[in-house]
């Protein structure tokens, strides 16, 4: 079945450096653009990054933007997301998804489990 | 930029009750509509998408309606498995992605 299980989260200083997975099973991963969006504590969910299907296209947040870089390795089956320069406000439950075939800019169908960071001095 | 905006933060249905839940976009997003459940530590699960095409596997209990501007989630007959937070989200035009900030289903 398919399934996209996100690791690398934990608990990190502010301005400091984290990077996250997401290792999918179940489809042909490098035929889909995948994005990262989070969850802070008690909010509704935030769109982060995506990148297209073969890495060569890729957008963000501009809450995030020139410190955070999402990249993927086809061979490998997984999504990562580079998190530099920390701030408490990156706290929260990152989850990967991965966005439907054949619309452009679509919705996410299939979502992991998501792991968390928490950024705190 | 687009915003979501959800009503009403808390609805309070009785099982076996219909909940009608709302959400408007700043602007027209046509059609391009999703809707989520999220159940405590789980990830969003889709439900609608297209405004009102149910997801694989989404009981037909669950749909939707609208375009532009004004749509509606409704849950005819709630179930215990449907007391969850609902989030709307809009697609398919730049900023994209923009999420409602929710609509708990309570007992």
């Known amino acids: ?121 | 930029e687009i915003v979501m905006t959800q009503s009403p933060a808390t609805l309070s249905v009785s099982p076996g009750e219909r909940a009608t839940l709302s959400c408007r976009a700043s602007q027209s997003v046509n059609s391009n509509l999703a809707w989520y459940q999220q159940k405590p530590g789980q990830a969003p699960r889709l439900l609608i998408y297209d405004a009102s095409t149910r997801a694989t596997g989404i009981p037909a209990r669950f749909s939707g309606s609208g375009s532009g501007t004004e749509f509606t989630l409704t849950i005819t007959s709630l179930q215990s498995e449907d007391f969850a937070v609902y989030y709307c989200q809009y697609y398919n035009s730049w900023p994209p992605w923009t999420f409602g900030q929710g609509t708990k289903v309570e007992i």
């Open chain 1, 1 to 121: 079945q398919v399934q996209l299980v996100e690791s690398g989260g934990g608990v990190v200083q502010p301005g400091k450096s984290l990077r996250l997975s997401c290792v999918v099973s179940g489809f042909t991963f490098s035929t889909y653009d995948m994005h990262w969006v989070r969850q802070a504590p008690g909010k509704g969910p935030e769109w982060v990054a995506v990148t297209s299907y073969d890495g060569r296209s890729k957008y963000y947040a501009d809450s995030v933007k020139g410190r955070f870089t999402i990249s993927r390795d086809n061979s490998k089956n997984t999504l990562y997301l580079q998190m530099n320069s920390l701030r408490t406000e990156d706290t929260g439950v990152y989850y990967c998804a991965r966005e439907v075939e054949d619309y452009v800019w679509g919705f996410m169908d299939v979502w992991g489990q998501g792991t968390t960071v928490n950024v705190s001095s």
